[in-house]
């Protein structure tokens, strides 16, 4: 069981000593990530990166890197640093962080408040993040933040825009999108009688209510919502005959069952959790992740807010209802147990076109205390046809399995937050969020690369050379620093 406000904020299960620890791969024990020293970043490679053994906080590891810079794809100059950025934002800390392969910094931004919880770099080399209101109205659901944040390359707030009231809070992560703007996910509350009148059972609905998620998309030039789409928009339930949205639940698989609870939980306001978005320009599609479902599910975006309501309109036909879904069919009354792939997940995003597995869909699969006690990246090759739909295998989607799979049990476990992200070379980033572990697997699970953050973290994303963040900076603004020494502020 994990303990505190919510599921992505509690520390990892008794027993779960992993979690504490960096994880390492049965074929590569001597690069596993060292301890972390106070709140200093501990950095370790091994394999060809030819980084040096050394893993002091106090001192300055040398990794020879690559030969040559990967240049600009754009044909902008860039004097990046051909191994690229990593940045992060410690849950426990106000500053979010960008350092080098060695765990050198190249700069951080300080906030009034903590993240809530993710963070990106933006085209123009601004930092974007969701920070935690000072003051929330809302103490009932976990990862709660109320406020996206831009900040420019010197620190300054150049953008913020309140996504918080009595009734809703932006909780968790954003997506910045080629037009400029961005999605951010926000909790909505139904009343009690409004979710049993809506096929709730009654005596599965808290007396605080049932919080289920939203989607918004904010222009920030004008900071008004252009585009939306609610769960509550698409609901099914075979509860309750005489209340909206009976129906067979496995006759209706586009739509999400109000009475899904994760089995041996209680009745709680948090219900769908939507813990990470992502989006294709490509399929004009949006990817989300409902931790308390233990699946993904992916949306129409070319929609109008109207259509996005609706059951109808868009490039797919199907308006706001799931185009797919994948990692738990017993959701849609589609298959049990034995056909269940994701545990908790976060994180599901899709491959660039140009990098190694381009257009599939990598995930962080937690994984359970009980069911499946480690950790998994899987990546997965969706069904996708060319006119955006997905269809379905009998009952459910596919695929059967993951197309790729790291897993190193049982010395890999993060039981909740987490991420992972696929490099040009075809290495991928994984964030083990709980033990604040950063590393590097290829794609035979060989892990080249550490780093201990020293604090719990949500996730870390990599920008590489050719990225147009850099474009406009000089050699001294990306000139490598002391070693990332993490400020905690709780």
């Not at 100059?77 to 765990?103: E, K, Q």
């Not at 933040?145 to 009595?166: A, F, K, S, T």
Request: hydrophobic share 35%; with cysteine.
């Amino acid at each position: 069981m994990l303990v505190g406000c919510g599921d992505d904020l509690g520390p990892a299960a008794p027993g779960s000593s992993t979690d504490a620890s960096a994880p390492s791969s049965s074929t590569t024990d001597a690069s596993s990530s060292p301890a972390a020293t106070g709140t200093g970043g501990s950095i370790s490679t091994s394999g060809d990166t030819g980084a040096s053994s050394d893993t002091s906080s106090g001192s300055s590891p040398t990794t020879t890197g690559d030969d040559e810079n990967s240049g600009s794809s754009t044909g902008e100059p860039t004097v990046a640093d051909p191994r690229g950025y990593t940045l992060f934002a410690p849950l426990a800390s106000r500053f979010t962080y960008l350092m080098d392969a060695d765990g050198l910094e190249i700069n951080r931004w300080e906030s009034e408040t903590l993240p809530a919880n993710s963070a990106y770099m933006l085209p123009n080399g601004h930092m974007l993040r969701v920070s935690r209101a000072p003051e929330s109205t809302v103490d009932l659901v976990s990862g709660v933040g109320g406020i996206v944040q831009e900040y420019d390359w010197q620190g300054n707030l150049v953008w913020q825009y309140d996504h918080v009231g009595p009734s809703i809070i932006a909780h968790h992560d954003i997506e910045w999108m080629p037009n400029g703007h961005v999605l951010i996910i926000a909790y909505e509350m139904f009343t009690f009688e409004q979710a049993v009148a809506a096929g709730r059972d009654p005596a599965t609905v808290s007396p605080d209510g049932l919080w289920a998620d939203t989607l918004v998309e904010v222009d920030p030039t004008t900071d008004t919502i252009v585009w939306e789409w609610h769960v509550w928009d698409h609901l099914v339930q075979d509860y309750d005959p005489m209340a909206d949205h009976y129906g067979a639940i496995g006759d209706h698989p586009e739509r999400i069952d109000i009475n899904w609870l994760r089995p041996g939980t209680s009745a709680r306001p948090d219900w769908t959790h939507i813990n990470a978005v992502a989006y294709d320009e490509s399929l004009d599609q949006i990817v989300l992740s409902p931790r308390t479902f233990s699946e993904i599910w992916i949306i129409d975006h070319s929609t109008t807010t109207a259509q996005a309501a609706s059951s109808t309109g868009g490039n797919a036909g199907r308006g706001g209802d799931l185009l797919y879904r994948w990692g738990n069919p017993a959701t849609y009354d589609a298959g049990d147990t034995l056909d269940r792939q994701l545990y908790f997940q976060h994180n599901p995003r899709w491959i660039p076109a140009d990098k190694p597995g381009g257009g599939h869909l990598l995930v962080f699969d937690n994984g359970d205390d009980v069911l499946r006690p480690w950790s998994r990246v899987i990546e997965i090759e969706t069904p996708v046809q060319p006119d955006g739909t997905y269809p379905l295998r009998g009952a459910s989607f596919d695929p059967l399995d993951p197309a790729w799979v790291y897993e190193d049990p049982p010395n890999f476990y993060a039981a909740f937050i987490s991420g992972a992200d696929r490099l040009a070379d075809g290495r991928t980033l994984i964030c083990n969020g709980p033990a604040g572990s950063l590393f590097e697997v290829t794609d035979t699970g060989q892990i080249q690369w550490s780093f201990t953050v020293g604090s719990s973290t949500f996730r870390a994303e990599r920008y590489e050379a050719d990225h147009p963040a850099w474009h406009g900076l000089s050699k001294a603004d990306l000139m490598p620093g002391d070693p990332v020494m993490v400020n905690l502020d709780r």
